[in-house]
């Protein structure tokens, strides 16, 4: 939970070009029988209705939207103080993840389902994504 709230902090201070949910509370540190839990604050908002993206203003905005995001993203990713208080990925984990879906979730899928599976993780490998 304290690596959360640092993580969260972390992303609130930084101008990634929208809000941060920000830590207000926090409670039940290891070693003690109280459950833990984090409060945080609310961003205003409503979610867009099912119909929204068939509006092309709305789906260019949406847009823009997330290449603010993954910009903001991008450039924290750069800063050492930033780095030092967000989770590090292990290395491979992509690797891994097709691993565990063709192992653990081939089986329960349909022909089909494994053909469109399997497509989607060629076009993950395809990104060429760092391993980590």
């Known amino acids: 939970m304290p690596e959360r709230a640092a993580a969260l902090h972390a992303l609130a201070d ?3 070009g929208f809000r941060a949910p920000e830590p207000l509370r926090q409670r039940g540190a290891h070693g003690t029988d109280e459950a833990p839990f984090l409060v945080l604050d609310r961003i205003p908002g409503e979610p867009l209705e099912a119909d ?36 590090q990925a292990p290395e491979g984990r992509w690797r891994l993840f097709a691993e565990n879906v063709r192992v653990e979730l081939f089986p329960l899928m349909s022909d089909n389902g494994r053909f469109r ?6 076009a993950l490998d395809s990104l060429g994504l760092p391993d980590t």
Do not use: F, I, K, N
């Open 52 to 87: 929204a993206l068939d509006d092309s203003h709305v789906v260019d905005t949406v847009a823009a939207q997330y290449a603010t995001l993954l910009s903001g993203l991008a450039r924290a990713g750069t800063d050492e103080t930033v780095r030092a208080v967000l989770p």
């Open 117 to 122: 599976a399997e497509r989607e993780l060629a």
């Open 14 to 16: 930084l101008d990634l």
